[in-house]
T-cell receptor, first 113, second 113 residues
Framework: DTEVTQTPKHLVMGMTNKKSLKCEQHMGHRAMYWYKQKAKKPPELMFVYSYEKLSINESVPSRFSPECPNSSLLNLHLHALQPEDSALYLC????????????FGPGTRLTVT | GDSVTQMEGPVTLSEEAFLTINCTYTATGYPSLFWYVQYPGEGLQLLLKATKADDKGSNKGFEATYRKETTSFHLEKGSVQVSDSAVYFCAFLTQGGSEKLVFGKGTKLTVNP
C-alpha cells in the first residue's frame, strides 16, 4: 500500500468555524508533512513531523494547529481562518525525512467564506 | 539562498514531440534532485530523482541528468503523449539540519493529439 489518504476531499468553512483535516498512511513512514498549495503555485511547506515530533514549523499562523496522534495519522486543526487561507492542503509522508522521496495525498480543497 | 529556477510555461506540444523542461538550482553543496509531477486534481507524484553528480534518473520515458558543473537537472522525453499533460516541478532536498524540499514554480505541459 503506497497510498496517502486525506479527508475530506472538499471543505467549505466560515471564518468562525473550527474544522480538522485528516491524513493517513500505512507505509510505515516516520516523517509526515503538511503543505499549502495555491492555484498555479508550487506547494509551500507548513509543518514536518519526524517520529511523531514536530520538527519544522515554517512560521505558520497559530490558526493552523498540527497534531500527530501516532505514526500513521496526521491532523491539521483549523480555527478562525481568513479567506486568503483558501487553498489545496496536501499531506505527504516519507521514510524518514532524509531522502526527499515524498508520497503525497490528493489534498483537501479548502474554501474559507 | 536556496532556489530552483524552471523554464516558464505553459508548454504546449503535439503528441510524439520531444520535450525539454529546463531546471537550474542554487544550493549549498550537492543536494539530491527530483522531478515531481502533478496531474489535474491530484497531489504530487515523484517522477524521478538523482542523488549525485552525473546520475541519470529515469521513469516512464522521462530522463534527467544531474549536472554539477551547470547546477542543472533538465527533464526530457523523446515522445510525449496526451496522458503526460500535467504540471512538472523540479526540486532539491536541502542538506544539514532541517531537510526539506525546495520546489521550482512548476511548468504546465499540455499535449494535444
Amino acid at each position: 500500500d503506497t497510498e496517502v489518504t486525506q479527508t475530506p476531499k472538499h471543505l467549505v468553512m466560515g471564518m468562525t468555524n473550527k474544522k480538522s483535516l485528516k491524513c493517513e498512511q500505512h507505509m510505515g513512514h516516520r516523517a509526515m508533512y503538511w503543505y499549502k498549495q495555491k492555484a498555479k503555485k508550487p506547494p509551500e511547506l507548513m509543518f514536518v513531523y519526524s517520529y511523531e515530533k514536530l520538527s519544522i514549523n515554517e512560521s505558520v499562523p497559530s490558526r493552523f494547529s498540527p497534531e500527530c496522534p501516532n505514526s500513521s495519522l496526521l491532523n491539521l486543526h483549523l480555527h478562525a481562518l481568513q479567506p486568503e487561507d483558501s487553498a489545496l492542503y496536501l499531506c505527504a509522508s516519507s521514510q524518514d525525512g532524509r531522502t526527499g522521496e515524498q508520497y503525497f495525498g490528493p489534498g483537501t480543497r479548502l474554501t474559507v467564506t | 539562498g536556496d532556489s530552483v529556477t524552471q523554464m516558464e510555461g505553459p508548454v504546449t506540444l503535439s503528441e510524439e514531440a520531444f520535450l525539454t523542461i529546463n531546471c537550474t538550482y542554487t544550493a549549498t553543496g550537492y543536494p539530491s534532485l527530483f522531478w515531481y509531477v502533478q496531474y489535474p486534481g491530484e497531489g504530487l507524484q515523484l517522477l524521478l530523482k538523482a542523488t549525485k553528480a552525473d546520475d541519470k534518473g529515469s521513469n516512464k520515458g522521462f530522463e534527467a541528468t544531474y549536472r554539477k558543473e551547470t547546477t542543472s537537472f533538465h527533464l526530457e522525453k523523446g515522445s510525449v503523449q496526451v496522458s503526460d499533460s500535467a504540471v512538472y516541478f523540479c526540486a532539491f532536498l536541502t542538506q544539514g539540519g532541517s531537510e526539506k524540499l525546495v520546489f521550482g514554480k512548476g511548468t504546465k505541459l499540455t499535449v494535444n493529439p
